[in-house]
């Protein structure tokens, strides 16, 4: 998606002075697509965002909320909500499984 729109506003940046700035807006795309996830191990559950992320142990976590389409968030033992990028409602088995059973699976499955 990011190369095709790359593609098509080349055009576009070479017909203005400051035209290449178009250029950004794909190549923001890519970052993101590249840097943005959520990686869950044995020990923690990391958020990784464009900017900065976060790690986060187990224990500190008590459960998973569910968004109301495709969100879902980690509730911490604090109260707080991490929400958890490229994580779906499909995906909460999968972290309960990784958790090692410190966290519950919301699905009840």
Same mark, same amino acid.
């Given at each position: 998606?990011?190369? *095709? /729109? #790359?593609?098509? =506003?080349t055009?576009? =940046?070479? &017909? =203005?002075?400051?035209?290449w @700035?178009?250029? /950004?807006?794909?190549l923001?795309?890519?970052? $993101? *697509? !590249? $840097?943005?996830?959520? +990686?869950?191990? #044995? %020990? #923690? /559950?990391?958020?990784? $965002?464009?900017?900065?992320?976060?790690r986060?142990?187990?224990? %500190?976590?008590?459960?998973?909320? /569910?968004?109301?389409?495709?969100? +879902?968030? =980690?509730?911490? &033992?604090?109260?707080?909500? !991490?929400?958890?990028? &490229?994580?779906?409602? $499909?995906?909460?088995?999968? @972290?309960? *499984?990784?958790?090692?059973?410190?966290?519950?699976?919301?699905?009840?499955?």
């Amino acid at each position: 998606m990011a190369v *095709a /729109l #790359a593609f098509c =506003a080349t055009q576009f =940046a070479f &017909a =203005a002075p400051f035209g290449w @700035l178009v250029h /950004l807006v794909p190549l923001g795309m890519v970052v $993101r *697509a !590249l $840097r943005v996830r959520t +990686v869950a191990d #044995a %020990e #923690a /559950l990391t958020v990784r $965002r464009t900017v900065g992320g976060r790690r986060v142990p187990w224990p %500190e976590i008590s459960s998973l909320r /569910l968004g109301d389409k495709t969100r +879902v968030s =980690a509730v911490l &033992a604090d109260g707080d909500e !991490l929400p958890l990028p &490229a994580v779906h409602v $499909r995906d909460p088995p999968s @972290l309960a *499984a990784v958790s090692g059973g410190r966290l519950p699976d919301p699905t009840g499955e």
